[in-house]
């Protein structure tokens, strides 16, 4: 699995320092809301990375999980989004924030917040690990972002390139030999 990689953009200590900023800006904004706060990580990248955020916040919360599709088995996003797994509960009042792994075109955190927010949301906020600004094709900005990163294909802690590396501990550039085949 290493010799696919040609090197590292964020390693495990990054990952953890990324978490440890973010997790302290949710719990301050979040401390005094007084609504329930439900966390929806999007399957599958984001659950490392929902994880690790989730478990260095001291607020009584919730979790649940969305299963979205927009890649399909290509590096592409085609543009097309279906729910394949959908939340639990009813988020109506709710504080909800979003955890994806990436964002790329926008649609899926797009339609996604669009989706929580007809079904009576008090609020919903999304926190994203990586950003690619430069690939953005809706108008979307993320409330929480770990780390502006440049188009190139990442894989670990959750990312995959046909399902595969998202065991890596750290995140790495896939070299393109291996999808340009
Ligand atoms: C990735 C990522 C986001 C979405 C971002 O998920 O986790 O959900 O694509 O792309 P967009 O901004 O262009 O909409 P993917 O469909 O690869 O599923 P996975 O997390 O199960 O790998």
Not at 18 to 46: H, M
Request: aromatic share 8%; net charge negative; charged share 30%.
């Amino acid at each position: 699995m290493e010799k696919d990689i040609q090197g590292v953009l964020a390693s495990t200590e990054e990952l953890s320092r990324i978490c440890d900023r973010l997790a302290a800006e949710i719990t301050e904004n979040y401390r005094d809301s007084g609504r329930p706060l439900i966390f929806v990580t999007v399957l599958k990248g984001s659950v490392f990375f929902a994880a690790d955020l989730i478990r260095r916040i001291p607020l009584k919360c919730e979790l649940d999980f969305m299963k979205l599709s927009s890649y399909g088995a290509s590096t592409e996003s085609s543009g097309f989004i279906q729910v394949h797994l959908d939340l639990k509960r009813d988020v109506k009042d709710c504080d909800v924030i979003v955890i994806e792994d990436i964002i790329d075109s926008g649609r899926t955190l797009q339609k996604l917040k669009q989706l929580l927010s007809e079904r009576g949301a008090h609020s919903v906020r999304t926190c994203t690990l990586f950003d690619k600004p430069e690939r953005r094709v809706v108008d979307l900005c993320a409330d929480y972002v770990g780390m502006n990163i440049p188009d190139a294909f990442i894989v670990g802690y959750g990312l995959d390139y046909s399902e595969q590396y998202r065991n890596l501990p750290y995140v790495g550039i896939l070299k393109p030999s291996v999808y340009q085949k």
